[in-house]
């Protein structure tokens, strides 16, 4: 129920309000979860990875 009735919600004009409320989230935790789509960083992601890997050879690369 959770992200389908948040988007929908949202698009009919319900506050963030009343729709964290309702889900029983705070705003913050329903706006990162349940509204689109969450910030993606790949570069940071490989960065974390590739310092806990055993075998630096094989380094993670951002493509694209």
């Known amino acids: 129920m959770g992200r389908g009735f ?7 004009g319900m506050s963030l309000d009343d729709r964290a409320l309702i889900l029983g989230h705070s705003k913050e935790v329903n706006e990162s979860h349940y509204c689109g789509k969450p910030d993606f960083n790949a570069e940071k992601i490989a ?10 050879s094989k380094k993670l690369k951002i493509v694209g």
């Open 6 to 12: 948040n988007l929908e919600a949202k698009r009919a």
């Open 47 to 56: 960065e974390i990875i590739n310092t806990k890997m055993v075998d630096k």
